[in-house]
């Protein structure tokens, strides 16, 4: 499978939000295209930068009135613990299940982008957020209850993501 490749219509409006995105797909794209050798180094670094950019992404919803609990916000955790688990599992020498968690990957983020994120850049703008300062600039937009579910119309506020719909290994 051919590596993703960013695209402008990845961009979501948010510098911040976009150059975390571009940085995910780049390295993904290094995963996807690395010898046995870099592999598991590769895979690492795209862990850990996938750890920080749910961690800020996370952070961004409860500072907005996204709950805690939300969708997106488990989709990241399981998303992490598969992660997690293909360097698991490249460590023990598997490294077809690394590739192939890369491969799902370029699957899923797209989706993910543009329906997650797209849904919290759209209520970060509406609230006026700002991810450099972490100030709201129009509380008064901000949700008065916590927003549930995924925060876009097609989800259930109930809607629960499971290891498997989140990224097959």
């Excluded at 982008?113 to 849904?119: G, L, N, Y």
Aim: proline share 5%.
């Amino acid at each position: 499978m051919p590596a993703l490749q960013w695209t402008d219509t990845f961009a979501l409006g948010l510098p911040m939000m976009d150059e975390t995105h571009q940085e995910f797909v780049d390295l993904l794209a290094k995963v996807v295209n690395a010898p046995d050798e870099t592999l598991l180094p590769l895979w690492r670094e795209l862990v850990a930068h996938t750890d920080d950019h749910f961690a800020r992404e996370d952070r961004w919803m409860q500072s907005t009135g996204f709950s805690s609990n939300n969708c997106h916000s488990s989709q990241h955790q399981v998303v992490l613990a598969v992660m997690r688990e293909g360097d698991k599992r490249g460590s023990a020498g598997e490294l077809a299940v690394v590739r192939q968690m890369a491969d799902e990957l370029g699957t899923w983020f797209p989706l993910h982008a543009q329906a997650m994120d797209a849904t919290l850049a759209l209520h970060l703008r509406n609230v006026g957020y700002d991810p450099v300062t972490d100030q709201v600039n129009m509380p008064q937009a901000l949700p008065t209850e916590a927003i549930h579910g995924c925060g876009g119309a097609s989800c259930s506020t109930d809607q629960e993501v499971t290891q498997e719909s989140a990224v097959p290994a």
